[in-house]
């Protein structure tokens, strides 16, 4: 299981060794962005999402939660991006994907816990990751909500019978219990804020779920 912890639960006033502190063992890092719009809260903008791309190398994938993804794609377009995903409630999302893809960088396509899979069928084999969350987006700490499960399976099951070729990712609510169920159930990277940042040694959280 690859590993991505969300920075949006770091100690914002002490950034930089927050995200030294979980480099090791990490494969991204989350970077949630909000528009205030799209989810009801604020987290930070571009400028600071470029500061944290210059004091790691560990690979930035890059959550816009926000109303019209083609604002703000250009300018999330790190040199260490490695995946920009929008939301399939979001506006004009396929041609945010089209964007991404221009511009050399993996594209994601994120739903909410009350969008269906059959939504994002028709971009599946454009896709490079597809973002389950598994909570309601815009805060951290929130509870898992355990319906996701199945449609980490139906994703699992189509990438199988296409031959796609998609990360599985999953956000929101990630401990060392549901991290266990999404790999169970075909999920190939975990997303965690508070489990990892809640806790002195970030390492061994990093660990236990891989
Ligand atoms: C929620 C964000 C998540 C959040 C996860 O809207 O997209 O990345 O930080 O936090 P935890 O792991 O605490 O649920
Ligand atoms: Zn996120």
Not at 85 to 92: G, I, L, P, Q
Not at 97 to 110: E, S
Request: charged share 20%; net charge negative.
């Amino acid at each position: 299981m690859k590993v991505a912890p969300s920075i949006l639960t770091a100690n914002f006033t002490n950034l930089a060794q927050e995200i030294k502190s979980v480099e090791k063992g990490s494969d991204y890092i989350h970077v949630d962005i909000m528009d205030g719009h799209f989810v009801p809260n604020i987290s930070f903008g571009p400028a600071i999402a470029g500061q944290i791309s210059e004091v790691t190398d560990v690979l930035l994938d890059i959550h816009l939660m926000v109303d019209y993804p083609l604002l703000w794609i250009d300018k999330v377009n790190f040199k260490t991006t490695e995946f920009i995903t929008v939301h399939a409630e979001s506006n004009r999302y396929a041609e945010s994907i089209k964007r991404i893809k221009y511009l050399g960088k993996k594209a994601g396509l994120c739903i909410k816990p009350s969008t269906p899979v059959d939504i994002i069928m028709p971009y599946l084999n454009q896709l490079d990751l597809v973002l389950v969350m598994g909570v309601e987006p815009g805060y951290g700490g929130q509870m898992f909500i355990q319906s996701q499960l199945d449609k980490i399976k139906m994703l699992a099951d189509l990438k199988k019978e296409h031959g796609y070729t998609y990360e599985i990712e999953v956000d929101g609510g990630i401990n060392a219990t549901t991290a266990k169920q999404c790999a169970e159930a075909g999920a190939t990277i975990v997303v965690a804020g508070t489990y990892i940042f809640n806790f002195e040694n970030r390492e061994e959280r990093i660990n236990t779920l891989k």
